[in-house]
């Protein structure tokens, strides 16, 4: 496969794809070696250390295993990584509805602050939206990213867009890690209002944090999720 060096779409992630792909497709098979890196180099015709960002994306997302002195390897399914699904009760992915409530430039919270690695007050890309099944809410979701000066905040298209997109469109950093974390919280007052509860009730929160390349936290969010309207579901995945 040629890859293209004049895509936004960096060199190494393009060569992730594509190897990625040949072990989802079954072309590559768990326990079978990859090509050496001089030989990845050479096949697509870049640079040693374009291979080994490549090679490392695919390691940290469990498609590879690494044996010292021997090569790397396609990892055997893991059947303790589970896949996250979540649902609307009653309502199917087609039927969520999303309503932009604010993209605005804030000043970061002191917690969004220690979360993001910035300092408190630096300026972040604050959007709010609400998403809907029947007409019923089903949660409310917060997100937060680094401002970029002289790029204007476009709400067009980030009414349904997942926080690495939202992200990488209005940063032009490549998110290469997503991290969630999953707890019970009672809902505040905000909260409470927006999804048609009363406060203190019992909600799932889902706290998200995507990373560039270098570990940089460049995105977090918050989902309250009502809790007898939306549901958790999570299934074993090979990759």
């Known amino acids: 496969m040629g890859l293209s060096k004049q895509s936004f779409v960096p060199v190494y992630y393009q060569l992730?794809?594509?190897?990625?792909?040949?072990?989802?497709?079954?072309?590559?098979?768990?326990?079978?070696?990859?090509?050496?890196?001089?030989?990845?180099?050479?096949?697509?015709?870049?640079?040693?250390?374009?291979?080994?960002?490549?090679?490392?994306?695919?390691?940290?997302?469990?498609?590879?295993?690494?044996?010292?002195?021997?090569?790397?390897?396609?990892?055997?399914?893991?059947?303790?990584?589970?896949?996250?699904?979540?649902?609307?009760?009653?309502?199917?992915?087609?039927?969520?509805?999303?309503?932009?409530?604010?993209?605005?430039?804030?000043?970061?919270?002191?917690?969004?602050?220690?979360?993001?690695?910035?300092?408190?007050?630096?300026?972040?890309?604050?959007?709010?939206?609400?998403?809907?099944?029947?007409?019923?809410?089903?949660?409310?979701?917060?997100?937060?990213?680094?401002?970029?000066?002289g790029k204007p905040i476009l709400e067009t298209g980030i009414e349904y867009a997942e926080l690495p997109e939202i992200v990488e469109r209005h940063t032009d950093i490549m998110p290469v890690k997503s991290e969630l974390v999953v707890t019970a919280q009672a809902l505040e007052a905000e909260e409470a209002g927006l999804l048609e509860a009363k406060k203190g009730d019992p909600a799932m929160c889902i706290e998200q944090t995507v990373y560039a390349l270098d570990n940089r936290p460049i995105g977090w969010g918050l989902v309250v999720c009502h809790s007898d309207r939306y549901r958790l579901k999570a299934v074993s995945y090979p990759f």
Do not use: H, W
């Open 16 to 149: 992730a794809e594509d190897i990625s792909r040949k072990i989802k497709s079954g072309e590559l098979k768990p326990g079978d070696m990859l090509p050496s890196e001089a030989q990845l180099c050479a096949q697509y015709n870049i640079s040693r250390m374009t291979v080994r960002r490549g090679l490392s994306l695919l390691a940290e997302a469990g498609y590879l295993e690494s044996v010292q002195g021997k090569g790397n390897f396609v990892a055997r399914p893991r059947l303790d990584r589970l896949l996250l699904q979540f649902s609307g009760v009653g309502g199917t992915g087609e039927d969520i509805k999303s309503r932009l409530l604010g993209a605005d430039i804030v000043p970061a919270p002191e917690s969004v602050a220690e979360r993001l690695g910035v300092k408190p007050g630096s300026r972040l890309v604050y959007i709010r939206r609400l998403f809907l099944s029947n007409r019923q809410p089903l949660l409310y979701d917060r997100k937060y990213l680094p401002y970029t000066k």
